[in-house]
């Protein structure tokens, strides 16, 4: 008897143990990132100095992580409920090719203005919504749906312009890129409002909770009555838009349209989700875990930049950063990655 309450204690410590350890290695993964953002930012003051926190260069990383943000926002839903989207950089591409035939151009007599932009956004909010109800209704892995619709866009977009991208003509749309509000460039402004708005509709909407449950095992939310497949189809139609916005904000940076403008943006973004936090298993992570992973992401090439670092030099090291992000978030033994 007194063999069995011995071997139950010892059992009971053993499992509390495991606990502890489990909660202290959560911890750690939940700060470890801040503590990376600060450790690069440490290293680069010492080797560049005063010119790295120079108000310049701040303003620039700003600026430069607008983009990012946005796409990377939209892609965290998307991995929250364990599926991957393919399609970015093809919507981008085509929104900011769209941007630009939609406002006064040197293509064409359209002069749409503001509704120009909206209308472009549209176009990619329906490009996330087809997305997810053909996964969901017809049983197809997110990332082969929406690898098609990466081409079908890059098609529509090189359509619009026929060859010879269209240069932006209005004054408005002209002036966005350079101003600025409280010394922070307007674009970053526009990046932190959706930014708002992701984080709302996150903690604070019946959505944002579903969504976690699915990413966390579907099983569960569709057996207490919600509809997994509507939430699935909201996630994409929310990633959708905030592809959308990236791509009016490329097109207006850029000054004209063009399918380049969603070139190689898919990369960092799920480098910049991963080594926030937001595990591609699904169900853990969030907004604010990939505000410090695009800053992350940003502030490491900037660094890199300002050191005159080769190209093809950071390419290399975005992939070992997101290497050994995913080899720490992935729960090893889970059988399905991808939904």
């Given at each position: 008897m007194e063999e069995k309450n011995q071997a139950a204690l010892d059992i009971r410590e053993e499992?509390?143990?495991?606990?502890?350890?489990?909660?202290?290695?959560?911890?750690l993964m939940k700060w470890a990132p801040?503590?990376?953002?600060?450790?690069?930012i440490l290293v680069f003051c010492i080797l560049k100095g005063r010119s790295f926190l120079s108000l310049s260069n701040l303003v620039s990383i700003l600026n430069q992580w607008s983009l990012p943000l946005l796409v990377a926002l939209g892609l965290t839903f998307v991995i929250m409920i364990?599926?991957?989207?393919?399609?970015?950089?093809?919507?981008?591409?085509m929104v900011g090719s769209l941007t630009a035939i939609f406002v006064a151009n040197s293509k064409n007599t359209v002069n749409l203005g503001v509704l120009g932009l909206l209308l472009a956004i549209l176009c990619s909010v329906v490009v996330?919504?087809?997305?997810?109800?053909?996964?969901?209704?017809?049983?197809?892995?997110?990332?082969?749906?929406?690898?098609?619709?990466?081409?079908?866009?890059?098609?529509?977009?090189?359509?619009?312009?026929?060859?010879?991208?269209?240069t932006i003509r209005d004054p408005l749309m002209m002036a966005i890129p350079k101003a600025s509000f409280l010394g922070v460039p307007v674009i970053t402004w526009i990046?932190?409002?959706?930014?708002?708005?992701?984080?709302?509709?996150?903690?604070?909407?019946?959505f944002g909770r579903h969504v976690y449950a699915v990413g966390t095992d579907e099983?569960?939310?569709?057996?207490?009555?919600?509809n997994v497949n509507k939430v699935k189809i909201k996630v994409f139609t929310l990633a959708g838009f905030c592809y959308g916005v990236a791509g009016?904000?490329?097109?207006?940076?850029?000054?004209?349209?063009?399918?380049?403008?969603?070139?190689?943006?898919?990369?960092?973004a799920q480098a910049a989700v991963v080594i926030g936090g937001t595990a591609l298993t699904g169900g853990k992570g969030g907004v604010m875990n990939t505000v410090v992973g695009t800053l992350i992401m940003t502030v490491l090439i900037n660094g890199l930049t300002m050191m005159g670092v080769d190209p093809n030099i950071k390419t290399g090291i975005q992939g070992v950063i997101i290497l050994a992000a995913v080899i720490l978030?992935?729960?090893h033994g889970s059988a399905v990655i991808s939904k």
């Open positions: 499992f509390a143990a495991k606990v502890k350890a489990d909660n202290r290695k959560e911890k801040v503590g990376v953002l600060a450790a690069l364990g599926s991957i989207d393919l399609s970015i950089d093809g919507t981008v591409g996330g919504f087809l997305i997810g109800v053909i996964h969901v209704k017809f049983k197809i892995p997110s990332f082969m749906v929406s690898f098609a619709f990466m081409n079908i866009c890059i098609g529509i977009g090189m359509l619009s312009y026929s060859g010879k991208p269209a990046a932190i409002a959706v930014l708002v708005l992701c984080y709302y509709i996150q903690e604070y909407t019946p099983t569960i939310p569709k057996a207490v009555g919600i009016v904000i490329g097109a207006l940076r850029l000054g004209q349209g063009q399918i380049a403008i969603g070139t190689d943006q898919m990369f960092p978030t992935i729960k």
